[in-house]
Nanobody
Framework: QVQLVESGGGLVQTGGSLRLSCTTS????????MGWFRQAPGKVREFVAA????????DYADSVKGRFTISRDNAKDVVYLHLNSLKPEDTADYYC????????????????WGQGTPVTVSS
């Protein structure tokens, strides 16, 4: 059974930091592109960050570039998202996702999805 379980969300003040984790099981993590999407209340889901199988390639949405960092641990089957310099507009539910194709993933076509973890940034 495939599982992606996000954790680490919460309430933080503007300028603060969080580290999101996505613990996975049930699929061969090391051959999947991994990443994060988010959905704010009343808005469509948007791409946040992606990391390739080896971890050598990463991509970020322009809105988070320079503030967020994605990483993965293929030995533990976990992907992380470090959120720094948080802004109120980063408030959203953050979803972990996996795909066998990196470019399809960038277009939002994940094959497996987590249930999400909420991030709230207060001003």
């Amino acid at each position: 059974q495939v599982q992606l379980v996000e954790s680490g969300g919460g309430l933080v003040q503007t300028g603060g930091s969080l580290r999101l984790s996505c613990t996975t099981s049930g699929f061969l993590f090391s051959v999947y592109t991994m990443g994060w999407f988010r959905q704010a209340p009343g808005k469509v889901r948007e791409f946040v960050a992606a990391i390739s199988v080896s971890g050598d390639t990463t991509d970020y949405a322009d809105s988070v570039k320079g503030r967020f960092t994605i990483s993965r641990d293929n030995a533990k089957d976990v992907v992380y998202l470090h959120l720094n310099s948080l802004k109120p507009e980063d408030t959203a539910d953050y979803y972990c996702a996996a795909s066998t194709n990196y470019y399809r993933f960038l277009r939002g076509r994940g094959e497996f999805w987590g249930q999400g973890t909420p991030v709230t940034v207060s001003s």
